[in-house]
């Protein structure tokens, strides 16, 4: 399905939140995720079933001020 | 001594990490001042973030996230969500940007995000202005720590409003106070600290100095002055002179 991850259009085979991360590269990452502007925790990936036109985010530490 | 969230910081002095010309130049800041909390963000995932984690870990100091950038409380909780699992702390220095320009708070969507971070356990730094009634609100909805402006956020200015600023350190004597934001030069971090006011926030004046190492010392310096000055009971200002010599025993010439 199409999702948009980090704004923009990608293509995947995952069907869950845990498994997109992995296809995305991201499986031992880092990072943290919001699916549709809502906090996903790193414990409910597994559970998080995505949905086509979904918008992912993963974010990761930055400089800030 | 006021604390923050129950830490007593070994020193009054919280320093950004942004804008540095190096990551190696930005530790030589922390190890220069002896900052104590470091602010951080979070940002799409670009293949940094790993890098800077490890970095900012070893620096030794608090970690304070910001959610800097967000103009909506929905925005702004929502990051503040993700910024307590990644960096695994419940502080979050919030802040709703209300203008683009000034980026001064938006003072409504402040206290709606406030209201619902603290209620979720979060410990909450607001990135505020002076105004002693959005900070009365904001200490009525949990916060234990404000973080009044001291002029808009990279203008380095100083403290644009003194008296304001004195009016709310007054008028709130149990709550820690940071001024965060808008100072350029030690003296204005001296000032701060001299109006009782128990920390700073600083990022651009040593992130863009010539010699931020050095700068951040400077900073360092003048906080450390400004609250011995505090500690140490300044005199009473007067509007005519009073001879500081002794005027008994002068010779009848």
Known sequence: MKIEVNGETRELAATHLAQALAELGWGEARVATALNGSFVPAAARDATELSPGDRLEVLTAMQGG | ?253
């Open chain 2, 1 to 253: 001594m006021r604390d923050f969230y129950g830490v007593t910081l070994p020193t009054p002095m919280m320093l950004g990490t942004a804008r540095f010309p190096s990551p190696a130049v930005m530790e030589a800041a922390f190890r220069s001042s002896g900052a104590s909390v470091a602010t951080v963000s979070l940002r799409r995932e670009g293949g940094a973030g790993q890098a800077f984690w490890d970095m900012v870990r070893g620096l030794g100091v608090h970690l304070l996230p910001n959610t800097a950038g967000c103009h909506s409380a929905r925005e702004a909780i929502t990051t503040a969500q993700m910024a307590r699992e990644y960096f695994g702390t419940d502080w979050i220095k919030l802040e709703v940007i209300g203008h683009a320009d000034t980026l001064q708070p938006d003072p409504f969507g402040l206290l709606e995000a406030t209201e619902t971070l603290c209620a979720d356990g979060f410990k909450v730094f607001p990135y505020t202005t002076e105004d002693q009634v959005l900070a009365s609100r904001l200490i009525d909805a949990g916060c234990k720590v404000l973080m009044p402006w001291g002029a808009p956020i990279g203008s380095g200015m100083g403290l644009n409003n003194v008296h304001g600023l004195r009016t709310l350190r007054a008028a709130f004597p149990d709550v820690a106070m940071v001024v965060d934001a808008g100072l350029g030069l030690p003296s204005h971090a001296a000032q701060a600290m001299e109006l009782g006011f128990d920390a700073i926030l600083l990022n651009t004046a040593v992130a863009e100095a010539e010699d931020p190492a050095v700068m951040a010392r400077a900073f360092a310096l003048a906080v450390e002055a400004g609250a011995l000055s505090t500690a140490s009971g300044p005199m009473a200002m007067r509007d005519m002179a009073v001879p500081s010599t002794p005027v008994m025993g002068k010779a009848w010439l």
